[in-house]
């Protein structure tokens, strides 16, 4: 089986993306798991925890953000300058639920990183035997 974060890999190393967001608005992605939990970590500068949004729906982590902004400037000629500024982005994938305890899924977000950790759940073995036919 194919860890989940195989395709996330695949579409960054097929698309020649840098470790900087790409000009669709796809942020940088680092992922760190290990025996307890995954981490992804998002760089998404300049935005407020309120400008970010998680929402998690069938499967499927939904991590998006939109940040609007409106500056005003005057010089010594009195020349007004007005400069609007637009960043969003959206991100997602499937996680898959029987491996990761969404319920107690966290986020944080500090210094223009997003970070979302899930506890991992108890991996069951699985039963192989041989039955007998009679």
Known sequence: MKPFYSSILDEILNTGLSTFEDRRGVPAMNIR???NQLALEFRVPGMRKED???EYNDGILMISGEKNEEREEKDKDNYLKREFSSYSFHRSFELPEERYDVAKAEAAYKDGILEV???RKEQKD???RQIEVK
């Open 33 to 35: 798991e290990d025996e």
């Open 52 to 54: 970010i949004h998680l």
């Open 126 to 128: 699985k039963v192989s």
């Open 117 to 119: 950790t899930l506890p």
